[in-house]
């Protein structure tokens, strides 16, 4: 039976028994702006005039968009006020749902009390109980003697017992007084006042804390503070006490607004007690786009010592940071010039038994280029102009200028043929550090290729599923004349791996200073295997090989190549499955008669919280490494982390980790210990111990989530899912 309480009631005469319709009168109430009408349910309806209806066996309340069950309802129309017993289930608008025993609302206002209620918040951010609930309004709630957990229902191995709790459901913020924060029964953290989310949004506030122990700095705790300053813009501002040097204060701010973002990093151990000094470290990126054809950018970083990384650093990955960039630049792009301008140099951090040196600095590096089509040709030029700077080496400035001209003498859709020519032109203007003695120099070398190839389709059917195939064979020759370089001077030049980009280049060197003489022909055939659906490519296998017919004088300090066959290479990659990828190349050197580089990386990824890695890398004379690591559930609740990376030729890990995982439904627990090399005879050792609980915060020494995925390609929170991968047989 529906009965509407209209806004304008004043009086009302129904009565309803056993089930019998009634009739009803009405006069005019002012009506309430904006409110609408109530609208009850129920087996059973009892109205008494003027005052009240009560509503009895299912029944239910709706009015501006709260819905209210339970077992017997008593509403006062005129009041707008409504008292439920038994049962009572409160729907906000909101999403919200709180039940308990008894419940008074004014359905108007909002405003109202529960007893002993439950609150059941939206998505996986948990649920609150209290002895009592005052209601604010529908978007706050303040309870008392309450507790509050992310398990569900009938679990409560993790909660937050406070004295009163606050809940703001527009901020999503919940604030409790007098926590303690229980797991297992058994309180590990007491706080007079805390504030935690109620969603994943930003919110400012303090961040769990994050400790840990090291080898060098002894007890290490870092407390930060996240400050969401604007939708645009927040900070992290964290102080860490580092037990044997000192406290240290590190601080984040990034900002996004129309056409520019950055980050700006400022951190600080002044007197630090091992060293006797104040350890720095300041970083800065900037993106700005000016207008629709000009941007710039800037990219800094700076330290106070070299050894900044080695003893403060919490990663591998920062302390083997051996040049840190100091860069600003713009680009234009207009009227089809492509033109870029830069200033770059390096602050490069030496370990005093392996020192290396600098890089140049380019003060100023400025670059353009353009292209375009003339009679089916293309016409295109590019040019460079840098300043290197050094304080030990050779330094001078350097003007490259090359135009092109290349023109299609075949261009189908499965054929092309295309001639090149290019016109190198550098000119060397030597600086006052020049204590080679070097004159000032130029060079103009032509330079001659022909790159070729073909494509050819079929349909495929692999495994009972149907592919596209290609094969793709492709020649590339190359002609560059002898022109003696021994008195050019070396700022950017190296030799390059020969890889599947390097082999039709038209230099057998990268950067500027040397370009090789070359009269060769490189042949390749590469197969591609493609989805028919979406056209991703699951799988590439190339096959290349140069063929040189002279031996080449330009060398780098090192024997040069050799007539012949020079070099071969071998390179595959795809999904061998959907949940195994492969990667390996094979580059074997003709005039050495041997294997001058060769890599194997294989990933298997079944599921989230399964992975396998296996690397292997070999570079003769320089490295030899090989890299495994994994996560991977060994039961229903417990999981494996670790990686393992060695070096054969130092005859030493560079980088250990071990550890276990623990996961449950509204939890997860880690032990990790991690072992990195640092500098040549230093090594860092940590160990982390976290309770994290879900949706909540993580309690424990150190950031383990951060160790293992930057140590564990594919590695995943299983507890982001809430459930525990299937254990493998």
Not at 231 to 249: C, M
Not at 323 to 344: P, T, Y
Request: proline content about 6%.
């Amino acid at each position: 039976m529906r009965f509407r309480v209209l806004p304008t009631l004043a009086s009302l005469l129904f009565c309803v028994m056993h089930n019998a319709h009634a009739a009803t009168a009405a006069s005019g109430v002012p009506a309430v702006p904006g409110e609408t009408e109530a609208v009850l349910d129920a087996d059973r309806l009892v109205g008494q005039k003027d005052s009240q209806i009560e509503a009895t066996g299912e029944a239910t309340l709706r009015k501006d968009g709260k819905l209210i069950r339970a077992d017997k309802l008593l509403y006062m129309p005129n009041e707008r006020e409504v008292d439920a017993q038994g049962g009572v289930l409160l729907e906000q608008p909101s999403g919200d749902k709180i039940s308990g025993p008894h419940l008074h609302m004014n359905m108007t206002t909002g405003r109202g009390e529960m007893e002993q209620p439950q609150f059941k918040f939206q998505g996986d951010f948990g649920r609150a109980s209290g002895s009592v609930m005052e209601i604010q309004d529908k978007q706050h709630y303040s309870l008392d003697n309450a507790t509050y957990t992310t398990c569900p229902a009938g679990n409560d191995d993790w909660q937050l017992n406070m004295g009163t709790l606050q809940l703001d459901r527009v901020d999503q913020v919940g604030t409790a007084h007098n926590a303690t924060v229980e797991f297992k029964g058994v309180p590990f953290i007491y706080a007079p006042w805390m504030d935690f989310p109620l969603d994943s949004g930003r919110k400012s506030g303090f961040l769990a804390p994050i400790q840990g122990t090291t080898s060098n700095g002894g007890l290490d705790v870092t407390l930060p503070y996240y400050w969401n300053i604007a939708p645009n813009a927040d900070a992290t501002i964290a102080p860490r006490e580092i037990s044997k040097r000192g406290v240290q204060l590190n601080n984040e701010f990034r900002y996004l607004g129309a056409g520019y973002s950055g980050i700006l990093n400022a951190d600080i151990l002044p007197n630090d007690h091992l060293s006797n000094s104040n350890r720095e470290h300041f970083a800065v990126k900037h993106n700005q786009a000016i207008d629709s054809s000009t941007s710039g950018y800037v990219n800094y970083e700076r330290v106070s010592d070299n050894a900044y990384y080695t003893d403060l650093g919490t990663s591998i990955f920062s302390t083997a940071q051996v040049n840190l960039l100091q860069e600003a630049g713009a680009k234009f792009n207009a009227d089809g010039w492509n033109s870029s301008i830069r200033v770059q140099q390096y602050q490069t951090l030496q370990d005093p038994a392996a020192p290396i040196v600098a890089p140049y600095a380019r003060m100023p590096e400025l670059n353009t280029s353009t292209a375009t089509n003339l009679s089916g040709a293309t016409l295109a030029f590019t040019g460079q102009y840098v300043d290197f700077v050094h304080p030990t080496m050779v330094d001078g400035s350097r003007l490259t200028l090359a135009p092109s001209l290349s023109y299609p003498l075949v261009s189908e859709p499965a054929v092309y043929v295309t001639p090149k020519l290019t016109l190198s032109s550098t000119q060397y203007t030597m600086g006052a550090n020049n204590v080679a003695g070097l004159p000032n120099a130029s060079r103009n070398l032509p330079l001659f290729s022909v790159d070729s190839g073909m494509s050819f389709e079929r349909d495929a059917n692999f495994f009972g599923s149907d592919y596209l195939q290609t094969l793709e064979p492709r020649a590339f020759y190359l002609y560059v004349p002898y022109r003696n370089q021994t008195l050019l001077p070396n700022f950017d030049t190296a030799l390059p791996d020969f890889n599947q980009t390097q082999m039709f280049s038209e230099n057998r060197f990268v950067g500027g200073d040397l370009i090789g003489d070359a009269n060769q022909i490189t042949l390749a055939t590469t197969t591609r295997v493609l989805s028919k659906n979406s056209g991703a490519e699951l799988f590439n296998l190339t096959l290349g090989q140069r063929f040189s017919f002279i031996t080449p004088q330009v060398t780098l300090n090192t024997p040069g190549a050799s007539m012949g066959i020079s070099d071969t290479l071998l390179a595959v990659s795809g999904n061998m499955t959907r949940a195994l990828s492969l990667e390996t190349a094979i580059d074997y050197n003709n005039s050495t008669s041997g294997t001058q580089q060769y890599s194997w990386v294989a990933h298997y990824r079944p599921e989230p919280g399964k992975t396998f890695n296996f690397g292997y890398q070999y570079q003769r004379d320089i490295y030899q490494q090989i890299d495994i690591s994994q996560q991977w559930p060994i039961s229903q609740h417990w999981g494996t982390v670790a990686r393992m990376n060695y070096s054969f030729l130092d005859k030493r890990l560079l980088n250990a980790v071990g550890g276990l995982e623990y996961n449950q439904s509204c939890w997860a627990l880690r032990f990790v210990a991690q072992r990195f090399v640092t500098t040549t005879f230093q090594s860092i050792t940590g160990f982390f111990v976290q309770l994290e609980l879900n949706n909540f915060m993580p309690f424990g020494t150190g950031d383990p989530i951060s160790v293992l995925r930057q140590s564990i390609p594919g590695y995943s929170k299983v507890n982001d899912n809430h459930a525990s991968p299937q254990v493998t047989p």
